[in-house]
């Protein structure tokens, strides 16, 4: 399965504020000097917003694409169903989407990491599930309550 | 008049045993409606302690604040603080956290959570509704404060180092987030008053930097910022100022 997302979203926003500072395109280390960054802390970011389809790296520049513009240009909604959008079809979510329905919209968050062990025996999956959420949540494909530990479908799954 | 004035506004602590300790000395200055204005300074110099006069969770032990004339005298309704430790309560959920911000409005509950609700999506935070602040990144839990603090939409915002406890790239876009509220006629604030030790997020933020002293704090110079928005961080003109104001806290 793809990858998701494995840092915060207002870290990879932070970063395309930045490369639309630089009219859209820099080297990625003159961005990690200039915020007093080392080049691995700013790997996920970048891993991130490559992945969402926000930027494209070439030979260590980072570029805007049009839809990183259109995610910066958009107010809290618009921005929500762009990431909707994205990660509605990773391999990851579209999977876990059909198992959510086929459990009638609830799972517990021991059973995902159960299943997730099994599905991808490499992966922490204690740790993914943590980020599973997060962009879930932002994305607004998953609700969690963490008082019952309970996984559901979103507003927009 | 003035949105805001402070009248020679001096604080001191005085305690028994030892001699008082002078934070603040006649500080006067006034805020317009529209400002935005940053206060910096070395630390201790008594910036914080400045905002809590502002908005009189604390008095002054001499001189006034006037707002919109009237002189304040406990804590101004109308005015919001935003806190560096974000300040939330880790038993309460992010709604429930927002909601506290209108508790001492008079309207039922369910207009409080329609507003609170309304204010949750206006700062990207939909789908966390239901998260406690122990599940959300820096970057999320500052966002909580900053709905916590407009959704009871205060004419002015006051902010005490709001993203010095963030990460640089999280700090870049909130800041972008704080300027569109700003400058958008038809959202709180109007007015925002912060305080920050970077030199460069004040020039960057404000239209008027204040210059405060070693301790006790008193006013040296205020820098007026009129560089055209949206601005670029990078340009001369901006760093030119940075020097300046450096130089004067050096």
């Known amino acids: 399965m793809e990858p998701i997302p494995r840092t915060h979203l207002s870290i990879v926003a932070g970063l395309l504020e930045i490369l639309e500072d630089y009219q859209g395109k820099v080297d990625a280390a003159k961005i990690a000097d200039e915020l007093m960054?080392?080049?691995?802390?700013?790997?996920?970011?970048?891993?991130?917003?490559?992945?969402?389809?926000?930027?494209?790296?070439?030979?260590?520049?980072?570029?805007?694409?049009?839809?990183?513009?259109?995610?910066?240009?958009?107010?809290?909604?618009?921005?929500?169903?762009?990431?909707?959008?994205?990660?509605s079809r990773t391999s990851l979510f579209k999977w876990l989407i059909e198992q959510l329905k086929n459990r009638g919209d609830a799972m517990s968050k021991e059973e995902l990491i159960a299943l997730l062990e099994e599905k991808m025996p490499d992966v922490d999956a204690a740790k993914l599930v943590k980020w599973i959420i997060e962009w879930g949540r932002h994305a607004l494909i998953l609700r969690y309550d963490s008082n019952s530990q309970t996984i559901r479908l979103g507003d927009l799954a | 008049m003035p949105l805001l004035e402070l009248r020679n506004v001096t604080k001191s602590f005085t305690?028994?045993?030892?001699?008082?300790?002078?934070?603040?000395?006649?500080?006067?200055?006034?805020?317009?409606?529209?400002?935005?204005?940053?206060?910096?300074?070395?630390?201790?110099?008594?910036?914080s302690t400045l905002l809590r006069i502002i908005c009189g969770l604390i008095p002054p032990s001499d001189?006034?604040?006037?707002?919109?004339?009237?002189?304040?005298?406990?804590v101004c309704d109308e005015m919001a603080m935003v806190f560096q430790s974000f300040a939330l309560f880790p038993w309460l959920t992010v709604l429930e956290n927002v909601e506290i911000g209108l508790y001492s409005k008079k309207i039922s509950q369910e207009e409080k959570r329609r507003r609170a609700l309304k204010m949750i999506e206006m700062v990207g935070l939909k789908g966390f509704e239901e998260?406690?602040?122990?599940?959300?990144?820096?970057?999320?839990?500052?966002?909580?404060?900053?709905?916590?603090?407009?959704?009871?939409e205060p004419t002015v915002l006051l902010m005490d180092e709001p993203f010095s406890s963030l990460d640089p790239l999280t700090a870049t876009h909130l800041r972008e987030e704080l300027v569109d509220f700003w400058s958008n006629p038809n959202l709180a604030p109007d007015t925002v008053i912060m305080v920050t030790h970077s030199v460069e997020e004040a020039v960057y933020l404000a239209n008027r930097v204040i210059v405060l002293s070693h301790r006790p704090g008193t006013i040296i110079k205020e820098v007026p910022v009129d560089l055209p928005r949206p601005r670029d961080p990078r340009s001369d003109k901006l760093y030119a100022l940075v020097d300046q104001i450096t130089s004067l806290i050096a």
């Open chain 2, 15 to 47: 305690s028994k045993t030892a001699r008082p300790f002078v934070v603040l000395e006649h500080i006067t200055m006034a805020v317009d409606k529209g400002d935005f204005v940053c206060i910096v300074g070395p630390s201790g110099c008594g910036k």
């Open chain 1, 37 to 87: 960054l080392e080049l691995d802390d700013m790997l996920p970011a970048i891993e991130a917003a490559e992945m969402l389809g926000f930027i494209k790296v070439d030979s260590g520049d980072l570029i805007l694409t049009d839809k990183g513009k259109e995610y910066l240009a958009g107010n809290s909604t618009q921005r929500k169903k762009i990431l909707n959008q994205t990660l």
């Open chain 2, 63 to 74: 001189g006034q604040v006037f707002y919109k004339g009237v002189e304040v005298k406990g």
């Open chain 2, 131 to 152: 998260a406690y602040p122990r599940e959300l990144s820096g970057g999320m839990k500052q966002r909580v404060g900053l709905a916590r603090a407009l959704v009871s």
